[in-house]
C-alpha cells in the first residue's frame, strides 16, 4: 500500500521536482521519467508495476480533493511511493497550467529492452504492429489502445515515430502503453528485417495496396506495418513487402493513421481467430 498523503504548500519544494513544468519538460525529457496523468491511467500504472512489466512509478501528486476517490487505486502501489497532495492553486502553479483532472504520478521506463529482445519474446502465433514515421502523439496513443483492443502482442516503432510514454500519448492510448510491450529506435528496414528473419508475414496498410485487408491471409506470424498521417509508407518498404488497403468510397485520400489501425487490426485479429 502507498504511503501516507505528505502536503504540499510550496510549489518549488524539491520533492516534488519531477513534476514542475509539465509540458516543457515533455518535450526535453525527463531522464528515463514520464508522467501519467488521470485516474485511468494510475491504476493502469498500478497495474503495470504489480504485473513485472519493469514499469514503477516513482511518485505521486494528487489535488487534494481527489485523495479519497483514488484510495483503492494507491493501496495497488507500494509503501515506498510517496504520494503528495496539494491545493489547486500549488497543484497548477506546479504542473504549469491549469489540471482539472488532478492526478499525476511520475513513473520511471524499463531499461535495456531492445527490439531483438522484443522478438524473442514473443510467441510461436503472434500479431505485432509496426509505426514508422509516427510524429503524432494522439495517434501513437490511439494506436496503442487499438493494439490492446484487438489482442497484439507488441507495438514496434521505428527510430523516427514519436516516444509514446509522452504524456499525452500516454493518456491518449487510456494506458495501453504501459501494457502493450513496444520496443522504439531501430531504423524502419532494420527492424522489418528482424521480424521477417523471425518468421512474420510483413504487410504495409496503403490506400493504394495490392489486396483488401480482409483477404490477409491467415498466418502464424503477422506484422501489420502503418506510416505517417498524409505520407504514408516510404515506397521502399511499399515494395518490399506485400501490401493491402482498406477499402473505401472515392472522394477521400485515406483515413487517418489510428483509424485505420484499428480497421486493419480487427480484420487480422479475426482472421486469426483472436476475437470473435
Not at 498521417?229 to 472515392?250: D, H
Not at 484499428?262 to 479475426?270: C, N, S, T
Request: glycine share 12%; aromatic share 6%; with cysteine.
Amino acid at each position: 500500500m502507498a504511503a501516507l498523503a505528505i502536503r504540499i504548500d510550496d510549489p518549488s519544494d524539491p520533492r516534488i521536482a519531477g513534476f514542475v513544468a509539465i509540458r516543457e519538460r515533455d518535450l526535453t525529457g525527463r531522464e528515463g521519467r514520464f508522467v501519467a496523468e488521470g485516474t485511468v491511467v494510475l491504476r493502469v500504472l498500478a497495474q503495470a508495476g504489480a504485473g513485472g512489466r519493469g514499469f514503477e512509478a516513482e511518485a505521486i501528486l494528487l489535488l487534494e480533493n481527489r485523495v479519497a476517490g483514488v484510495a483503492d487505486i494507491l493501496a495497488g502501489f507500494p509503501a515506498d511511493v510517496p504520494v503528495y497532495v496539494a491545493s489547486a492553486a500549488v497543484f497548477d502553479a506546479i504542473a504549469g497550467f491549469h489540471m482539472h483532472r488532478g492526478v499525476l504520478a511520475l513513473g520511471r521506463k524499463p531499461e535495456g529492452v531492445t527490439a531483438a529482445d522484443r522478438v524473442a519474446a514473443l510467441p510461436s502465433e503472434s500479431l505485432v504492429l509496426v509505426g514508422c514515421g509516427l510524429s503524432n502523439h494522439d495517434n501513437a496513443g490511439a494506436i496503442f489502445r487499438n493494439a490492446a483492443a484487438f489482442g497484439a502482442d507488441a507495438v514496434f516503432l521505428d527510430e523516427t515515430s514519436c516516444d509514446p510514454l509522452y504524456r499525452k500519448a500516454i493518456r491518449v492510448s487510456v494506458g495501453s502503453v504501459l501494457m502493450v510491450p513496444f520496443s522504439r529506435g531501430l531504423p524502419a528496414e532494420e527492424l522489418l528485417a528482424t521480424l521477417a528473419g523471425a518468421g512474420f508475414e510483413i504487410w504495409g496498410l496503403s490506400p493504394r495496396g495490392e489486396v483488401p485487408v480482409g483477404a490477409i491471409p491467415a498466418a502464424r506470424r503477422i506484422a501489420l506495418v502503418v506510416g505517417a498521417e498524409g505520407e504514408g509508407l516510404p515506397q521502399a518498404i511499399l515494395s518490399s513487402f506485400r501490401t493491402a488497403r482498406i477499402p473505401q468510397r472515392p472522394g477521400l485520400d485515406s483515413l487517418n493513421v489510428a483509424t485505420a489501425s484499428g480497421i486493419a487490426l480487427y480484420q487480422i485479429a479475426l482472421a486469426m481467430g483472436r476475437i470473435d
